[in-house]
């Protein structure tokens, strides 16, 4: 048996800490030694995305929002998701994605998903895919952020 506690503040990694993509997480999956089960505490600092829109073909995704609140972006359509709710992506491209924390506080969530090992994630707005780490724009190898360095771009400006 594996336990943690959410609301511990310790543990957290800074990730890329890329303009418009300030976030840091706890990798919970990983300790825990879960192999087909992927999940990890996240928290998105103001002003910032979580990742480029995308979509996926075999991972699922749930979040349960912690703390906060941010707009979602799916499909074209924006909502607003705050503490206690859950957000669930099917695979395919009717379930593309991403989130926007609109706020001046902390928007923290536990991501899960499943973990397929053949995979492929797909970013609409910048033409690219995504095969086991490996990305690709037009069949040329390209930096992830690629034509995605500010996603504001493709956001209307009344949802920023």
Known sequence: MKITNLFDP??????????????SYKEISVSFGAKNLGFHLQ??????????YHWHTGEEELFVVIEGSATVRCNGE??????GDLIYYNTGPENVHQ???????????LALSNNDPAEM?????????????????NG?????????????IYWPKDKL
């Open 140 to 152: 040329i190898k390209v930096d992830y952020f690629k034509d995605e360095e500010d996603p504001r």
């Open 10 to 23: 310790t543990g957290f990694i800074n990730s890329d800490q890329r303009i418009n993509y300030k976030k």
């Open 43 to 52: 928290i998105l600092e103001p002003k910032n995305f979580t990742y480029p």
């Open 99 to 109: 989130m926007y924390n609109h706020t001046d506080l902390p928007f923290k969530y």
């Open 121 to 137: 994630c797909y970013y609409p707005d910048s033409n690219k895919e995504n095969a086991q780490g490996s990305v690709t724009q």
């Open 78 to 83: 924006f909502k607003i998701v705050n503490s």
